[in-house]
């Protein structure tokens, strides 16, 4: 398997621009997590999905960010409209549940700038 | 919530021992305990479970006491590539819940030649 796979890589956008960051998780797993890592507040987990049904989302800091996931094989996080502060790394994860508990497969990230 | 306390830095030369400790003076009945190791630009990467005693794998091992209050990562031998940082995350057993999914500051490791 090819791991768990985000695009872009990196994306360098203007304050006030709509992002969609994606993911595909690991064919079978069957819950998908969106992190969100910067230098000053750390590794923080923004939402996860069981089943492609988002079950907390209270990591996620505002409105302006949504996430969706419309099947077991892709996951969108949107930020609209996007700000300054919105700079960081995003790391989609996902893991299956028949396996050990903890252990989530973190895709490479995406390192969002926004100016 | 059982948080958790780990040193905020180690340094260390090739082929010695590390051992870092995570406190975690809440820790409830169900609670596991696991370590997640991050390189420079890459996601974290899990590297042990456990809920007492000793659970040892082909990269570490993993000391907890009866008490559960703290638990030691123990790398053998470390190289150069052992430099990273490391996370411990303590909560229920299913591993869900955002109390598990929170992984702290991290220890950071310094492994010089």
Partial sequence: DAGVIQSPRHEVTEMGQEVTLRCKPISGHDYLFWYRQTMMRGLELLIYFNNNVPIDDSGMPEDRFSAKMPNASFSTLKIQPSEPRDSAVYFCASRDSSGPAYEQYFGPGTRLTVT | ?113
């Fill in chain 2, 1 to 113: 919530l059982a948080k958790t306390t780990q040193p905020i830095s180690m340094d260390s030369y090739e082929g010695q021992e590390v051992n870092i400790t995570c406190s975690h003076n809440n820790i409830a009945t169900n609670d596991y305990i696991t370590w997640y190791q991050q390189f420079p630009s890459q996601g974290p990467r899990f590297i042990i479970q456990g809920y007492k005693t000793k659970v040892t794998n082909e990269v570490a091992s993993l000391f907890i006491p009866a008490d559960r209050k703290s638990s030691t990562l123990s790398l053998p031998r470390v190289s150069l590539s052992d430099t990273a940082v490391y996370y411990c995350l303590v909560g229920d057993m299913w591993g869900t819940g955002r109390r598990a999914l929170t992984f702290g500051s991290g220890t950071r490791l310094q492994v010089q030649p």
